[in-house]
């Protein structure tokens, strides 16, 4: 085993905890079986709206257009999360000094890295073309060559969205090292880029074509979302150069990335890394709070100054704001004409409440905050502050980052709707119950499952067990009441409230038993 293949193995190992999960005490026994759980849902879901959408193109006898179609979601999809990912992966990695005392070269530890992002891009990769090409295969009926072809591609294809991800990291990087806020100009980038993608996205699947088939429109808007997919229209044997050529691009690439990234990556690493000290001189102004206010300050200030927390946690926040703020903007007509449908007022306004709670739910710092605390737990432990205001100060903290968005989705949703009063109501409601919820049931289970044993703030916050288990608990809360509405016939008001009112009855028994909890 050479050496960039054991530091990649032992990347894995500490990312994924699978040493506590599998050889620890008794405590973190079931931890392996909640993890599954966790993943195991979430690639369900995945798969389960790639083969609905695959289905889809196939029933409107556009099977042919499945391999170019999953390849530039797919791209799009890995282009996104690399973006969250890679200054924590990437960069930022604050084990590189020691990794660099070891007898190991530098470009063995960038390669490892390298690798390990390319591994997590890969299975993100797998989990969209798989199901969607035995789908294609079904349907379409294409010869084995094509489909193995299709295949051996999803090998490439994380290099390219990897390597434009990895560079708008890098240049989020170094733009905001010469702030002295850095942490606030890196996510007002990180946000400004994520936007950008999302409205490339949005732009691209818009089609300019005036007429044609809707073979043609479609395969227009793929490419546009991503131009290399039109290398995997499957017609002749002769299409199996453009998959070949597809695979050279994309090493290519890569590999001239990589090899510039070697040459600077300790300065670029230590751009992420490095603190700006206070001005000397100024005379700080002491203020006398309350236990509670002081302890939520805290949190309010540590939340802020985390890059990484704010830049995953609050994105469903700043998702549904920008939403908001499209909406007072955009006109009825040009509302229709991106959304397809003639249809777009009445399904937003009907599922606005969800909307807003969907958004709220996949916002949830308090599924870490605890975790957050790392080492530095003895000092909490240490001054005279009760179980229950720690548990408080993180479920204000949501809270908090919650009632942004909250309150400008609310009253731009109803302006621009004419709801009734039972709707306003619902609209007030409903996502407030979902807020209370998702910090609640997300602190108590970080109470249940903490991490203060990290060295790198992207494994509590994307990786650790609590998010994850938040996250689709999160998911299923929002899918029960489309689903009872969908498939059942109930109506949706009363769906609802049925779920506001569990919802809330929850919160009250979690808070409880998370107050309960030892954890200072």
């Not at 282009?79 to 924590?88: I, Q, Y």
């Not at 591994?119 to 989990?127: P, R, V, Y």
């Not at 808007?221 to 229209?233: D, H, I, M, T």
């Not at 309150?407 to 004419?418: C, D, E, G, K, P």
Request: positive net charge; proline residues 3%.
């Amino acid at each position: 085993m050479n050496k960039t293949t054991l530091l990649l193995k032992t990347q894995i190992y500490n990312y994924f905890s699978l040493n506590e999960l599998f050889h620890s005490e008794k405590k973190r026994s079931n931890f392996a079986f909640i993890t599954a759980v966790g993943i195991f849902t979430l690639l369900a879901l995945l798969s389960g709206y790639n083969i609905m959408t695959a289905l889809a193109l196939a029933k409107m006898g556009q099977a042919q257009l499945i391999p170019a179609y999953m390849v530039s979601v797919s791209n799009f999809i890995i282009l996104v999360f690399t973006v969250l990912r890679s200054n924590g992966i990437l960069f930022g990695c604050r084990d590189y000094e020691m990794l660099s005392s070891l007898p190991v070269q530098a470009k063995e530890i960038i390669s490892s890295k390298f690798g390990f992002l390319y591994l997590l891009n890969f299975l993100l990769g797998i989990i969209f073309m798989l199901p969607a090409g035995i789908i294609w295969q079904i349907y379409a009926s294409v010869h084995l060559l094509f489909f193995f072809m299709y295949l051996a591609s999803a090998v490439f294809v994380p290099f390219v969205p990897m390597c434009i991800a990895s560079l708008l990291g890098v240049l989020v990087t170094v733009v905001s090292s010469k702030f002295r806020r850095k942490n606030i100009v890196s996510l007002v980038f990180s946000f400004a880029v994520l936007g950008g993608l999302l409205g490339i996205g949005i732009y691209s699947m818009q089609t300019g074509a005036s007429g044609g088939s809707l073979g043609v429109i479609l395969m227009e808007q793929v490419s546009r979302l991503y131009p290399l997919s039109a290398w995997f229209r499957y017609t002749n044997y002769f299409s199996l150069a453009g998959n070949v050529g597809f695979w050279s691009l994309s090493a290519l690439v890569f590999c001239i990335f990589v090899k510039i990234v070697e040459c600077r990556y300790a300065r670029l690493n230590s751009y992420v890394l490095q603190y700006h000290a206070a001005s000397p001189g100024r005379k700080a102004n002491l203020k006398k709070h309350s236990v509670f206010t002081a302890v939520y300050l805290k949190e309010m200030g540590r939340y802020f100054s985390s890059y990484l927390w704010v830049l995953n946690t609050g994105l469903g926040v700043v998702l549904l704001c920008v939403t908001s703020l499209a909406l007072c903007v955009v006109s009825p007509e040009i509302l229709r004409t991106y959304a397809g449908s003639e249809d777009v007022d009445l399904f937003l306004g009907q599922y606005a409440p969800l909307i807003i709670a969907a958004m709220l739910s996949i916002s949830c710092p308090a599924a870490s905050a605890i975790s957050l605390e790392g080492r530095n737990l003895w000092v909490l432990q240490s001054i005279p502050l009760s179980n229950k205001i720690f548990i408080k100060s993180k479920i204000a903290l949501t809270l908090t980052v919650h009632a942004i968005g909250y309150m400008l989705s609310v009253a731009v949703f109803l302006i621009r709707f004419q709801f009734n009063a039972i709707w306003s109501f619902t609209l007030l409601a409903v996502p407030a119950c979902y807020s209370v919820f998702t910090a609640v049931q997300g602190t108590y289970i970080n109470c249940c499952f903490p991490r203060f044993d990290w060295d790198n703030e992207m494994v509590v916050v994307k990786q650790s067990i609590s998010v994850i288990l938040s996250g689709v608990i999160g998911m299923i809360c929002i899918a029960v009441p489309v689903l009872l509405h969908w498939f059942l016939g109930v109506p949706l008001v009363k769906v609802l409230w049925g779920m506001a009112a569990i919802l809330i009855v929850l919160s009250v028994i979690l808070y409880f038993k998370a107050c309960g909890k030892k954890i200072i």
